[in-house]
């Protein structure tokens, strides 16, 4: 089955102490990308992949920092978390061919206090 | 600022009345999809279109692509309360690979 897989679905966390946000896929997909959703503004992109080893900046990649050293994998990390970063994530990947459906993870709930 | 623009933001009927919503955009895009959300989900598929001019139905629901591939519209006949949710359109850019999302249209549809 096509999956998507996020972790922690909840996470209730302090200022400033570093956490990672994990992302995998089973499709051998190349694309992968993190959104964030919040009220009134919808999906924004963090950051996007298209490969291994190939990152690159999305509209809101302020305090967060990506990694791709495998195809299925796709961790977010906040090195230092602010109250600001308290929103609904999403991991998504895709086969990056025209028409093939986007993917979604079930979201990650998380808050910073 | 969104490369895809969707309007209107909200949009509250009644079971049985018409309702259309709109994606526009001034790039262009190799194809374009629509999803629905439910509130603390994931966004699920619902269409995707990929030619210019391309018209899909899925039941009630009919989705248009713009000729010019800048543009999507999503129209319920007879809306039913089960069509409530949050309506997103996606797409990748034509020249790159990067996903853009509509900020969403909140549909109501009251019993």
């Known amino acids: 089955e096509a999956q998507v897989t996020q972790n922690p679905r909840y996470l209730i966390t302090v200022t400033g102490k570093k956490l990672t946000v994990t992302c995998s896929q089973n499709?051998?997909?190349?694309?992968m990308s993190w959104y964030r959703q919040d009220p009134g503004l919808g999906l924004r992109q963090i950051y996007y992949?298209?490969?291994?080893?190939?990152?690159d900046k999305g509209d809101v990649p302020e305090g967060y920092k990506v990694s791709r050293k495998e195809k299925r994998n796709f961790p977010l990390i906040l090195e230092s978390p602010s109250p600001n970063q308290t929103s609904l994530y999403f991991c998504a990947s895709w086969s990056g061919m025209t028409g093939n459906t986007i993917y979604f993870g079930e979201g990650s709930w998380l808050t910073v206090v | 600022t969104q490369l895809l623009e969707q309007s209107p933001q909200f949009l509250s009927i009644q079971e049985g009345e018409n309702l259309t919503v709109y994606c526009n955009s001034s790039?262009?895009?190799?194809?374009l999809q629509w999803y629905r959300q439910e509130p603390g989900e994931g966004p699920v598929l619902l269409v995707t279109v990929v030619t210019g001019g391309e018209v899909k139905k899925l039941k009630r629901l009919t989705f248009q692509f713009g000729d010019a591939r800048k543009d999507s519209s999503l129209h319920i006949t007879a809306a039913q309360p089960g069509d409530t949710g949050l309506y997103l359109c996606?797409?990748?850019?034509?020249?790159?690979?990067?996903?853009?999302f509509g900020a969403g249209t909140t549909v109501t549809v009251r019993a």
């Open positions: 499709m051998n997909h190349e694309y």
């Open positions: 992949s298209m490969n291994v080893e190939v990152t």
């Open positions: 790039s262009v895009f190799s194809s």
């Open positions: 996606a797409g990748p850019h034509f020249n790159d690979y990067k996903l853009s």
